[in-house]
């Protein structure tokens, strides 16, 4: 097909706007797929993305529409998978930016709106929700007027449940989005946007053809890791697989290769034909996880599963990172780095689902730059990794820039949550009479476990979210320890700001106290900075009446079996073991 008559265009909102929704209306108007198969997020093809009503792997599907070939990228919304935004706007011309006309501009909506004019994508503005009782149209149509600095004639709105406005959405895309200008002579060039492994086929890569063509059986090479195989096929989705005998410039498609592991190909990589060696296309930022958290198995019989099942679940996501930790208390596991809570809890749900294995995971944090005394740099994930304190000459911690986006009689009750999260606010605009925006710098730890919980009780549920990694920055950090009888449970260390030490320290071992069962004998639980303990909390032994067979007689019978039972308790406080429970170990993900 000639590009004059193609069209890329991805969709990018804010969480639950209503993308997923407006693709299955793109589909079913463009008859890409008949109505007895269409059903309710076609894309989402994952059964968490189904149940959560969330989009957490981008897809690719191409329509036809009154002769113009449409490729549509259908994107997430939360913030924990922006990286995968920004890898589909590389592959498209045009966005269609929706938003919920009930709702207005949130935090995501301005992120990926910044994402598209940095990629220098034609915007199309639509106003989704139109039907809904509480729709403001044209309150939210100012909004976008003052984000976008468009025309009100610009903004299109719809419902996407029920179709209604939805052909001018496809007018639109054909009318305004650029077609492709690669050059269909040149050496063939494809940029890889996403790539996973299938079991049967081996590793299959999404592409944007940007010059030349790839054919199918064609010897390809990936121009940045030198990687050499075949194209086995090729083709189109539509949304299922549609081989093809070649991928044209401007396409957008699939390839199925003989490779193993999708290292081969990194999402970014350019594609080339074997033969040839043309420039490499601008690739992706690499995407660097910064929440951590340990992932161990119940029982160690089943560390060999829980390796494979994260194997294989390294080959879909390419942000996923891991090596394996050892843990005195919880034996073998991983050490597992995320791009946020949101990522950390759908691997987690995953491997219990897909691979039915019972996991302990431990209190999730970030990484921390040392420099030692002796010069050393140092870069550590774990608390329990952090060397002694006459050792470290300085701590560094990573800090986000963020914004949120919030109606402004709650402004205030923000600035607040930021300050009590050690975190600046730099300044406060207004999108328009009711609706604030305020930046602000924080320390990533201290919006890890519970900040956005707050942030929604703060603001009635409407403030949302938004940021993105500054830098490291050195500051008065210490590691608080946890001891159970004595002994140091190295799992449930964690780095924080010395002035919030005490508090956290009293807080946490308060909590074991309630998980922790009780003993046959008295157990002490503590929270220590070094060598100084700051908190201690007592779990009374069970107690049992060893005098109940006793009647009458000499009172130094009675004192003869306390003394011994006394005894039997001291021996028991030396050697015996406290069964940690495995809820133990995420104590502090919701610390209120």
Not at 14 to 38: C, F, N, P, Q, Y
């Amino acid at each position: 097909m000639s590009q004059e008559n193609i069209r890329n265009f991805c969709i990018i909102a804010h969480i639950d706007h209503g993308k997923s929704t407006l693709a299955d209306r793109l589909l079913e108007l463009t008859g890409t797929v008949e109505k007895r198969e269409m059903k309710a997020q076609l894309l989402d093809k994952m059964d968490l993305e189904r149940e959560r009503g969330i989009t957490i792997k981008l897809a690719p599907v191409r329509m036809q529409y009154k002769g113009i070939q449409l490729n549509l990228i259908d994107t997430p919304g939360h913030v924990d998978f922006s990286y995968e935004v920004s890898r589909s706007l590389q592959a498209c011309e045009g966005a269609i930016l929706v938003v919920d006309a009930s709702q207005g501009i949130q935090a995501q909506t301005i992120a990926n709106v910044y994402l598209a004019m940095e990629a220098d994508l034609k915007i199309i503005p639509v106003l989704n929700k139109i039907d809904l009782p509480a729709a403001d149209v044209p309150k939210v149509t100012k909004e976008i007027i003052s984000l976008l600095g468009c025309d009100e004639s610009e903004i299109l709105s719809i419902s996407a449940k029920t179709g209604e406005g939805v052909e001018a959405v496809l007018d639109r895309l054909v009318e305004t989005v650029d077609p492709p200008s690669g050059n269909e002579d040149a050496e063939s060039r494809a940029l890889i946007f996403d790539s996973f492994y299938d079991e049967y086929r081996g590793v299959v890569l999404y592409v944007r053809v940007f010059d030349g063509e790839l054919p199918k059986r064609a010897d390809i090479t990936m121009a940045a890791t030198q990687a050499s195989g075949e194209a086995l096929e090729v083709g189109s989705l539509s949304p299922v697989m549609k081989p093809s005998p070649t991928l044209k410039t401007g396409e957008i498609g699939y390839i199925v290769t003989n490779f193993h592991d999708t290292s081969e190909a990194r999402v970014g990589d350019t594609v080339t034909l074997s033969r040839q060696s043309p420039e490499s296309l601008a690739g992706y930022k690499e995407v660097k996880p910064f929440v951590y958290a340990g992932f161990f198995p119940s029982s160690n019989e089943f560390y060999p599963q829980l390796k494979d099942a994260m194997d294989k679940l390294k080959l879909s996501d390419s942000a996923l990172e891991y090596v394996p930790e050892n843990s005195p208390v919880l034996g073998h596991g991983f050490r597992v780095g995320f791009l946020g809570l949101l990522h950390l809890d759908i691997i987690r749900e995953r491997i219990e689902r897909e691979f039915d294995i019972d996991l302990i995971v431990t209190n999730p944090s970030t990484d921390y730059k040392l420099r030692l005394t002796n010069g050393d740099e140092l870069d550590v994930t774990a608390a329990s990794n952090v060397p002694l304190a006459n050792e470290i000459e300085e701590i560094r911690e990573p800090w986000i820039n963020g914004e949120i986006v919030v109606p402004k009689e709650y402004v205030g009750a923000v600035i607040q949550l930021i300050t009590g999260a050690r975190g600046v606010q730099n300044n406060v605009s207004y999108v328009d009479d009711h609706l604030a925006q305020v930046a602000f710098e924080a320390p990533l730890a201290n919006l890890l476990t519970d900040f956005y919980d707050k942030l929604k009780s703060h603001t009635s549920g409407y403030g949302s979210f938004n940021y993105e990694l500054a830098d490291y920055r050195a500051e008065d950090l210490v590691r608080v320890d946890f001891y159970v009888a004595g002994d140091m449970v190295e799992a449930l260390s964690v780095m924080c700001h010395r002035s919030e030490s005490q508090v956290l320290g009293r807080e946490t071992v308060a909590k074991l106290k309630d998980i922790i069962p009780r003993q046959n004998f008295k157990v002490a639980l503590q929270a220590a900075i070094g060598g100084r303990f700051i908190a201690r909390e007592d779990l009374s032994a069970y107690r049992k009446d060893v005098t109940s067979g006793l009647y009458g007689g000499d009172v130094s019978r009675k004192k003869k079996v306390l003394a011994k039972q006394k005894r039997g308790k001291e021996r028991l406080k030396r050697f015996g073991k406290v069964d940690i429970p495995a809820e133990a170990f995420t104590v502090l993900l919701k610390r209120d």
